[in-house]
T-cell receptor
Framework: DTAVSQTPKYLVTQMGNDKSIKCEQN?????MYWYKQDSKKFLKIMFS???????INETVPNRFSPKSPDKAHLNLHINSLELGDSAVYFC????????????FGPGTRLTVT | KNEVEQSPQNLTAQEGEFITINCSYS?????LHWLQQHPGGGIVSLFM???GKKKHGRLIATINIQEKHSSLHITASHPRDSAVYIC??????????FGTGTRLTIIP
Protein backbone atom coordinates (compact mmCIF):
# COMPACT_ATOMS: atom_id res chain seq x y z
CA ASP A 1 0.00 0.00 0.00
CA THR A 2 1.34 3.39 -0.97
CA ALA A 3 1.46 5.69 2.06
CA VAL A 4 2.02 9.04 0.36
CA SER A 5 1.43 9.19 -3.37
CA GLN A 6 1.98 11.96 -5.86
CA THR A 7 0.86 12.38 -9.45
CA PRO A 8 2.32 12.85 -11.89
CA LYS A 9 5.84 11.55 -11.30
CA TYR A 10 7.21 13.57 -14.20
CA LEU A 11 5.82 16.76 -15.66
CA VAL A 12 7.28 18.57 -18.65
CA THR A 13 5.60 21.77 -19.71
CA GLN A 14 6.26 25.10 -21.35
CA MET A 15 6.72 28.47 -19.74
CA GLY A 16 3.49 30.28 -19.06
CA ASN A 17 1.37 27.17 -18.62
CA ASP A 18 -0.64 26.31 -15.51
CA LYS A 19 -0.18 22.88 -13.95
CA SER A 20 -1.20 20.94 -10.86
CA ILE A 21 0.48 18.23 -8.80
CA LYS A 22 -1.69 16.00 -6.65
CA CYS A 23 -0.81 14.41 -3.33
CA GLU A 24 -2.71 11.87 -1.30
CA GLN A 25 -1.87 10.08 1.94
CA ASN A 26 -3.61 7.07 3.44
CA UNK A 27 -1.86 7.19 6.82
CA UNK A 28 -4.58 9.06 8.68
CA UNK A 29 -2.24 12.03 9.20
CA UNK A 30 -3.68 15.47 9.70
CA UNK A 31 -0.71 17.57 8.58
CA MET A 32 0.60 17.68 5.03
CA TYR A 33 3.52 19.53 3.47
CA TRP A 34 4.95 20.59 0.14
CA TYR A 35 8.73 20.82 -0.28
CA LYS A 36 10.81 21.95 -3.23
CA GLN A 37 14.19 20.38 -4.04
CA ASP A 38 16.26 22.51 -6.36
CA SER A 39 18.95 21.48 -8.83
CA LYS A 40 21.53 21.46 -6.03
CA LYS A 41 19.37 18.96 -4.13
CA PHE A 42 18.54 21.48 -1.41
CA LEU A 43 15.14 20.88 0.18
CA LYS A 44 12.99 23.75 1.35
CA ILE A 45 9.53 23.89 2.89
CA MET A 46 6.90 25.64 0.83
CA PHE A 47 3.59 25.04 2.59
CA SER A 48 2.07 23.09 5.42
CA UNK A 49 -1.59 22.33 6.05
CA UNK A 50 -3.14 21.02 9.24
CA UNK A 51 -6.71 19.76 9.01
CA UNK A 52 -7.16 21.66 5.75
CA UNK A 53 -5.90 24.91 7.30
CA UNK A 54 -2.72 26.62 6.08
CA UNK A 55 -0.17 26.78 8.92
CA ILE A 56 3.12 27.39 7.13
CA ASN A 57 3.50 29.57 4.08
CA GLU A 58 7.11 30.31 3.29
CA THR A 59 8.25 32.98 0.89
CA VAL A 60 6.79 31.40 -2.19
CA PRO A 61 5.53 33.32 -5.24
CA ASN A 62 1.77 33.65 -5.19
CA ARG A 63 1.73 31.76 -8.49
CA PHE A 64 1.87 28.72 -6.23
CA SER A 65 -1.44 27.90 -4.57
CA PRO A 66 -1.93 24.86 -2.38
CA LYS A 67 -5.40 23.42 -2.05
CA SER A 68 -6.53 20.89 0.53
CA PRO A 69 -9.99 19.48 -0.22
CA ASP A 70 -9.74 17.16 2.78
CA LYS A 71 -7.17 15.95 5.32
CA ALA A 72 -5.90 13.23 3.01
CA HIS A 73 -5.16 15.46 0.03
CA LEU A 74 -2.95 18.46 -0.59
CA ASN A 75 -2.65 19.57 -4.18
CA LEU A 76 -0.26 22.16 -5.57
CA HIS A 77 -1.36 24.40 -8.40
CA ILE A 78 1.20 26.53 -10.22
CA ASN A 79 0.19 29.38 -12.51
CA SER A 80 2.29 30.97 -15.26
CA LEU A 81 5.15 28.52 -14.92
CA GLU A 82 8.69 29.90 -15.14
CA LEU A 83 12.01 28.24 -15.94
CA GLY A 84 13.06 28.63 -12.29
CA ASP A 85 10.16 26.49 -11.18
CA SER A 86 11.95 23.44 -12.55
CA ALA A 87 12.65 21.24 -9.54
CA VAL A 88 11.49 18.14 -7.76
CA TYR A 89 8.46 18.72 -5.56
CA PHE A 90 7.89 16.44 -2.60
CA CYS A 91 4.70 16.03 -0.64
CA UNK A 92 4.89 14.71 2.94
CA UNK A 93 2.57 14.04 5.83
CA UNK A 94 2.72 13.52 9.58
CA UNK A 95 0.63 13.54 12.72
CA UNK A 96 0.37 16.88 14.51
CA UNK A 97 1.45 17.88 17.99
CA UNK A 98 4.51 16.20 19.45
CA UNK A 99 7.28 15.94 16.86
CA UNK A 100 6.37 13.07 14.58
CA UNK A 101 8.20 11.53 11.67
CA UNK A 102 7.28 12.80 8.26
CA UNK A 103 6.51 10.40 5.44
CA PHE A 104 7.48 11.58 2.00
CA GLY A 105 5.92 10.97 -1.37
CA PRO A 106 8.07 9.81 -4.30
CA GLY A 107 8.42 13.32 -5.70
CA THR A 108 7.31 15.00 -8.92
CA ARG A 109 10.02 16.16 -11.27
CA LEU A 110 8.82 19.33 -12.96
CA THR A 111 10.69 20.55 -16.02
CA VAL A 112 9.72 23.89 -17.51
CA THR A 113 11.00 24.52 -21.02
CA LYS B 1 25.09 30.83 6.53
CA ASN B 2 22.57 27.98 6.67
CA GLU B 3 20.79 27.33 9.94
CA VAL B 4 21.71 23.66 9.45
CA GLU B 5 25.22 22.68 8.40
CA GLN B 6 26.33 19.20 7.47
CA SER B 7 29.79 17.74 7.04
CA PRO B 8 31.27 16.33 5.03
CA GLN B 9 29.45 17.28 1.82
CA ASN B 10 30.81 14.21 0.07
CA LEU B 11 32.18 11.01 1.56
CA THR B 12 33.62 8.00 -0.23
CA ALA B 13 34.57 4.94 1.78
CA GLN B 14 35.36 1.27 1.35
CA GLU B 15 32.79 -1.35 2.17
CA GLY B 16 32.95 -2.26 5.84
CA GLU B 17 34.20 1.10 7.08
CA PHE B 18 32.58 2.97 9.96
CA ILE B 19 30.89 6.12 8.68
CA THR B 20 30.14 9.34 10.56
CA ILE B 21 28.11 12.24 9.20
CA ASN B 22 27.80 15.39 11.27
CA CYS B 23 25.06 17.99 11.59
CA SER B 24 25.25 21.30 13.43
CA TYR B 25 22.41 23.74 13.82
CA SER B 26 22.05 27.25 15.13
CA UNK B 27 18.37 27.50 16.08
CA UNK B 28 16.19 26.17 18.87
CA UNK B 29 14.60 22.91 17.87
CA UNK B 30 11.96 20.48 19.07
CA UNK B 31 13.40 17.55 17.13
CA LEU B 32 16.03 16.59 14.59
CA HIS B 33 15.44 14.27 11.65
CA TRP B 34 17.86 12.20 9.61
CA LEU B 35 16.61 11.40 6.12
CA GLN B 36 18.00 9.21 3.37
CA GLN B 37 17.57 9.99 -0.31
CA HIS B 38 18.48 7.22 -2.71
CA PRO B 39 19.73 7.80 -6.26
CA GLY B 40 16.19 7.11 -7.47
CA GLY B 41 15.09 10.21 -5.60
CA GLY B 42 12.81 8.82 -2.88
CA ILE B 43 13.19 10.20 0.63
CA VAL B 44 12.96 7.97 3.68
CA SER B 45 12.95 9.05 7.30
CA LEU B 46 15.67 7.22 9.22
CA PHE B 47 15.45 8.80 12.64
CA MET B 48 13.69 11.49 14.57
CA UNK B 49 15.27 12.36 17.89
CA UNK B 50 15.16 15.12 20.45
CA UNK B 51 17.70 13.75 22.94
CA GLY B 52 20.23 10.98 23.43
CA LYS B 53 20.71 8.21 20.96
CA LYS B 54 18.71 5.91 18.69
CA LYS B 55 19.73 2.74 16.86
CA HIS B 56 18.16 0.91 13.92
CA GLY B 57 20.20 -2.00 12.70
CA ARG B 58 23.58 -0.69 11.56
CA LEU B 59 22.53 2.94 11.88
CA ILE B 60 23.01 5.01 15.03
CA ALA B 61 21.97 8.63 15.55
CA THR B 62 23.03 10.79 18.45
CA ILE B 63 22.17 14.33 19.44
CA ASN B 64 23.71 16.78 21.90
CA ILE B 65 21.16 19.52 22.53
CA GLN B 66 23.57 21.74 24.48
CA GLU B 67 26.13 21.69 21.69
CA LYS B 68 23.46 21.82 18.94
CA HIS B 69 25.06 18.89 17.19
CA SER B 70 23.98 15.49 15.88
CA SER B 71 25.84 12.62 14.27
CA LEU B 72 24.70 9.76 12.09
CA HIS B 73 26.88 6.65 12.21
CA ILE B 74 26.81 3.64 9.92
CA THR B 75 28.61 0.52 11.06
CA ALA B 76 29.89 -2.12 8.62
CA SER B 77 28.98 0.08 5.64
CA HIS B 78 27.69 -1.56 2.47
CA PRO B 79 27.34 -0.32 -1.11
CA ARG B 80 23.56 -0.24 -0.65
CA ASP B 81 24.12 2.51 1.97
CA SER B 82 25.21 4.80 -0.88
CA ALA B 83 22.77 7.70 -0.82
CA VAL B 84 22.42 11.31 0.22
CA TYR B 85 21.87 11.72 3.95
CA ILE B 86 20.01 14.83 5.00
CA CYS B 87 19.74 16.38 8.43
CA UNK B 88 16.64 18.45 9.17
CA UNK B 89 15.62 20.32 12.29
CA UNK B 90 12.10 20.96 13.41
CA UNK B 91 11.14 24.24 14.99
CA UNK B 92 8.05 24.89 17.07
CA UNK B 93 5.65 25.49 14.19
CA UNK B 94 6.27 22.10 12.59
CA UNK B 95 8.61 23.65 10.02
CA UNK B 96 11.55 21.52 8.90
CA UNK B 97 14.78 23.27 7.92
CA PHE B 98 17.15 21.11 5.95
CA GLY B 99 20.89 20.77 5.69
CA THR B 100 22.52 20.57 2.29
CA GLY B 101 23.01 16.84 2.53
CA THR B 102 25.99 14.48 2.57
CA ARG B 103 26.55 12.32 -0.49
CA LEU B 104 27.87 8.94 0.66
CA THR B 105 29.42 6.46 -1.73
CA ILE B 106 30.48 3.06 -0.49
CA ILE B 107 32.89 1.22 -2.78
CA PRO B 108 32.77 -2.60 -2.81
Amino acid sequence: DTAVSQTPKYLVTQMGNDKSIKCEQNLGHDTMYWYKQDSKKFLKIMFSYNNKELIINETVPNRFSPKSPDKAHLNLHINSLELGDSAVYFCASSHTGLPYEQYFGPGTRLTVT
Amino acid sequence: KNEVEQSPQNLTAQEGEFITINCSYSVGISALHWLQQHPGGGIVSLFMLSSGKKKHGRLIATINIQEKHSSLHITASHPRDSAVYICAVRSGNEKLTFGTGTRLTIIP
